[in-house]
């Protein structure tokens, strides 16, 4: 049968053009896989009929004729574009269509309608975003990136419960460590929400390392990064603002004279083959997990070669079963997911 | 007379050799600065005996007989270590020996020793870590990068006041412009602590430019950057982290091969250039901002450049006058620091 991906061509900056092209390349690589291009017909086809490939055979498309604007608010794309292109993506998760739904689209309306349509799954209040990042040692999963602001212990638990069943299912490791974000090792640093977290979370049956600092994210020391979304965020941005300014700074003084730029010339694999290793192409693609479906969240910037890897991703979590995992995972744990002070309440 | 600086010699991991190298050159280069080296006095003269300088007739040595170890507790430092080189250097800041105090030890134990000895400034209710980033336009001011974890909105407020009146005092800018480090533009994003703090500052007679978000650190968007303690760590931590991480790559990347390790002598200029550009020893000494004299914490690891840096960044808070300033600034503040809705409660 092999695994269908509902694709919302319309999302991102650059639309179905590149949309198109990636999903082509992907369809090549992965041969049972397929792709249902859901949006505006027409630009669809068009994109479409550029391409050669017999692997177009595994491509449908599905109308819709609404598209989610980057900045609209979630509320307004959930309620009022009931026939967006996002939208139309995720109900085919739901009605079993696709098993997977992959948007380059805005964030906050993608996670509303996921949520709305698919529903969270049992034991979870609130789905994270969840997304590898490069390290020395390979790659790490962290989350929340952003979905949640205001989060309880309990929800960083449940976070670290979906990160590790990720992690287990996808890279293959038994019982990933699992660090929880603070800024200091002792564990009298930290803010209320994160000691009561690590409270809980030595309690767990998770394999916890204990608290980890900024610079751990990208020394690779745990498996899983658990954060709340806003410190979680921040700290993505905050990366993708320094690699950015250093890469800049790089060129330019690669480019500051004639024999700089000669010498540029000459050390180009070597900067290339810099520039793949941290490559936020190749790490791209953000996991919606919580829900009762996969869904997976592009960069609104995402080229062909980025959208590709986001495509993979979605591929990769329904081929190894992520859901089933994190499902197995919540009902397999061996304390309530409760603050203390809450059991010791129902004692009395 | 000039400016005195105590200097906590056993501070940090090289101590008082490194630490005696840095405060002669600094001395070298700022003819009207002295310098009184606090700490075990056989070690510093030990240090001493080996430097030939005519600033050397600029500094004193003042014996503390204890040493704040690096992990030490706050508490254990402040109650049980009276004669610590740490404490008997902000000693000499608040008996006016001294107008300014740098230390590379234990930070928890710096704030607790300075805020029990020097107290906070009038309407300063917690005193805060701020330090510069490179960024592409050239600096921006961080705060708080670590002391208080529970922040609340009118804190944040007050660390907005302080860095406009540290960046307008030492970098010359009249009206810093003030971003709030939040993880998303539009006003409706972010916590509760940051939307409160978003309307006070709106009241405000401070530059505030709005909502800034992570990638916005290194853009240089804004002059000043207001954030609680946990995130700005977080956010500091990571780029320590992911800068280390990319600069063992490019290395790794310039040195796999003869051929490659050729190259990179010829680029060695180059990389040199770009190093220094970001380099974090030009950036070392965080201000402990807020308290009734300059404080500046050097990192641990510093060597003498860094260290060198530390010494000159109190010195030219003390020449640019910052603490008068922040008091300034606090006194002719147009508003009560209080929320609104405190405020609208004193209306009935």
Known sequence: MGISIAVDAMGGDHGPPVIVVASIQFLEETPDASVILVGREGDIRKALSSVRSIAADRVSVRAATEVVEMHEGPASALRGKKDSSMRVAVNLVKDGSAQA????????????????????????????????????????????????VNCTAEQLVQFAVMGSALVAAVDGIERPTVGLLNIGEEDIKGNDLVKETAELLKASDLNFYGNVEGD?????????????????????????????????????????????????????????????????????????????????????????????YALKKAYTEVAHGVLERIAQRLAAMPVPVVAPSLESSNDA
Chains 1, 2 share one sequence.
């Open 216 to 308: 751990d994210i990208y020394k690779g020391t745990t498996d899983v990064i658990v954060c709340d979304g806003f410190v979680g965020n921040v700290a993505l941005k905050t990366s993708e603002g320094l690699a950015l300014m250093l890469a800049d700074f790089l060129r330019e003084e690669f480019t500051r004279n004639p024999m700089r730029k000669l010498l540029g010339l000459f050390a180009l694999p070597v900067l290339a083959a810099f520039k793949r290793r941290v490559d936020p192409r190749r790490y791209n693609g953000a996991t919606l997990i919580g829900l009762k479906g996969v869904v997976v969240k592009s960069h609104g910037h995402a080229d062909a070669l980025a959208f590709r």
């Open 101 to 148: 739904c992959v948007s380059a689209g805005n964030t906050g309306a993608l996670m509303a309608i996921s949520r709305f349509v698919l529903k969270t799954l049992p034991g979870i209040d609130r789905p994270a975003i969840a997304s590898q990042l490069p390290t020395r040692k390979g790659a790490t999963t962290a989350l929340d990136l952003g979905a949640n």
